[in-house]
């Protein structure tokens, strides 16, 4: 029996190389998949990649900032598959990273906490009606290795990690007497994502302030991994269909580390 047959999940940031990974893999697992995003192309070539594993995969162009633009988003959906059973935010935007404090504005500090809390809220927000009423769900969430970590030039990037970290973990505590879940993943960076996401241009400016060749920096951020290597997208996007199955239905409240060691909990 597929992971996810008979499932419907809805993806925010669904042309992005977290949320295009997804969709291959929630479709392969049997799930009717709608995907939503700012950017056309990128969502028809994610909805096509996803097709070809025999999927069915609707696209929508939404502003998942948005609050009103979300609940009509997930309204529509509601009305056409009649339910809800997985949300994954896998929304993501270039920010700063790599530069001490005393170079850093309020606003390049604020960009990413705000926009990656404020766009979690109003996904949440918007598919935790539903999931309520049906009394069964799975909200996913994505973070990244720096809410554990520290040094310079991270504090956007860590305040912002850890902030969608505590509101997972509030997120399972309020939902989980609907019956609804919360699993956030922590994937460290992916080589197979630098073309279709910002983490090229975001490494890539680190890398130049400190005077290192991109993959020598890159090579850095492997040798810190106890595996010796960093994951890859279809790592994520597997262990999101395993999350957001039935097999892990003790799972909430969880921080999954994907980072291949390069943390240890």
């Keep these: 029996m597929l992971l996810l047959e008979g499932k419907v999940a809805v993806i925010h940031g669904g042309?992005?190389?977290i949320g295009a990974a997804a969709a291959r893999a929630f479709a392969r697992e049997g799930a009717r998949v709608f995907l939503a995003g700012r950017s056309l192309p990128r969502l028809e070539?994610?909805?096509s990649a996803a097709r070809s594993f025999g999927g069915t995969v609707e696209i929508a162009v939404v502003d998942a900032m948005d609050q009103a633009s979300v609940d009509r988003h997930i309204d529509e959906v509601t009305d056409a598959a009649g339910r809800i059973d997985i949300a994954l935010n896998a929304v993501g935007f270039d920010h700063l990273q790599g530069r001490?404090?005393?170079?850093?504005?309020?606003?390049?500090?604020?960009h990413p906490v705000t926009g990656y809390l404020q766009t979690n809220f109003v996904t949440a927000k918007a598919v935790a009606r539903p999931m309520i009423a049906l009394g069964s769900g799975v909200?996913?969430?994505?973070?990244?290795?720096?809410?554990?970590?520290?040094?310079?030039?991270?504090?956007?990037?860590?305040?912002?990690?850890?902030?969608?970290?505590?509101?997972s973990r509030a997120l399972a505590g309020e939902l989980g007497p609907a019956g609804v879940r919360v699993v956030c993943v922590r994937p460290h960076a992916m080589r197979d994502a630098?073309?279709?996401?910002?983490?090229?241009?975001?490494?890539?400016?680190?890398?130049?302030?400190?005077?290192?060749?991109?993959?020598?920096?890159?090579?850095?951020?492997?040798?810190?991994?106890?595996?010796?290597?960093?994951p890859t997208l279809d790592e994520v996007a597997e262990f999101l269909a395993f999350a957001a199955s039935d097999r892990a239905g003790s799972m909430t409240?969880?921080?999954?580390?994907?980072?291949?060691?390069?943390?240890v909990d």
Excluded: C, H, K
């Design 100 to 110: 001490e404090i005393a170079d850093t504005s309020l606003a390049e500090y604020l």
């Design 253 to 263: 409240g969880v921080i999954s580390n994907l980072t291949a060691g390069a943390l």
């Design 139 to 167: 909200i996913l969430t994505v973070s990244t290795p720096g809410a554990r970590l520290t040094g310079r030039g991270l504090i956007g990037n860590a305040a912002q990690s850890a902030g969608l970290e505590g509101f």
């Design 194 to 230: 630098l073309d279709t996401s910002y983490t090229r241009q975001m490494f890539g400016r680190i890398a130049d302030a400190s005077g290192i060749d991109f993959d020598e920096w890159m090579d850095g951020l492997t040798g810190m991994t106890l595996l010796g290597r960093l």
């Design 45 to 47: 070539a994610a909805a």
């Design 15 to 17: 042309g992005g190389s």
